[in-house]
């Protein structure tokens, strides 16, 4: 990885957070998908199953749902992110894995974090994982102003707000054309996954981000 090649004090870790992070599968993500499917369902007056398909279609070809409402119907994004964003029970949902914080203290360097979900998610769902100290700073879709990984924009930001040479970053991410974008930027990359493949724009694949420091060790001697 290129990111290697720089003093740990000049290296800069991007986290996504959602099955990066953590496991979003289990319970948030079905409750996330409901509220949407119901969301579209009020707003549309589908029936479930035309919701859910139009939620994966906006998915699948925007990134997020969010952007092909935006884009083909003008709604709102805060309207559309607080009605589809909501679990009182929250710390209750997040799968945590307790080696993770050990992790992020071996990476030397700057770590942020960079997702696609709105802010007052992240910020409580990084909390929920006890990892707020080991961040610097966290950058959320409103940061992208709504314009989600893949799409180049919120990268141009966030590299902006923090004065980046891409080349001196790594994202770290489960969702291979987000790291293709980063990839095209000059950034080192690591796919979070089983998958046993490992495309070219990925350098390092790992099962876990616990895995990480041990594999950057390695890399580096």
């Known amino acids: 990885m290129r990111i290697t ?9 991007i986290f996504d ?3 990066t992070l ?15 499917n ?35 119907y003008g709604h709102d994004p805060k309207h559309f ?9 929250l710390a209750g949902m997040v799968v945590r894995d ?3 914080k050990h992790a992020l203290a071996r990476l030397d360097g700057k770590k942020l974090v960079f997702s696609n979900a709105p802010l007052h998610y992240v910020e409580e769902v990084v909390q929920a994982l006890g990892l707020t100290r080991y961040f610097d700073a966290v950058y959320a879709i409103e940061s992208t102003r709504y314009r989600p990984k893949p799409a180049l924009q919120g990268f141009h930001a966030l590299l902006r707000a ?19 974008a980063a990839k095209r930027l000059g950034m080192s990359t690591v796919w979070v996954s089983g ?14 981000v616990t895995q990480l420091p041990r594999l950057v060790f390695r890399q580096v001697h």
Request: net charge neutral; aromatic share 10%.
């Open 38 to 72: 119901d969301y579209l369902m009020r707003h549309f007056g589908l029936d479930q199953e035309a919701a859910n398909e139009m939620r994966r279609f906006f998915w699948e070809r925007y990134g997020t749902t969010l952007r092909g409402l935006v884009r083909h």
């Open 195 to 208: 998958e046993k493949r490992r495309p070219s724009f990925v350098d390092l694949r790992v099962k876990s």
């Open 81 to 89: 992110l607080r009605e589809t964003h909501q679990f009182p029970d």
């Open 17 to 19: 957070l959602d099955n």
């Open 98 to 100: 307790n080696a993770l």
């Open 5 to 13: 090649k720089y003093p740990p004090s000049r290296r800069v870790w």
């Open 22 to 36: 953590h496991d979003a599968r289990v319970h948030i993500f079905p409750s996330m998908h409901a509220q949407m």
């Open 162 to 180: 923090h004065d980046l040479d891409p080349h001196r970053c790594a994202l770290i991410d489960d969702m291979p054309e987000n790291l293709c």
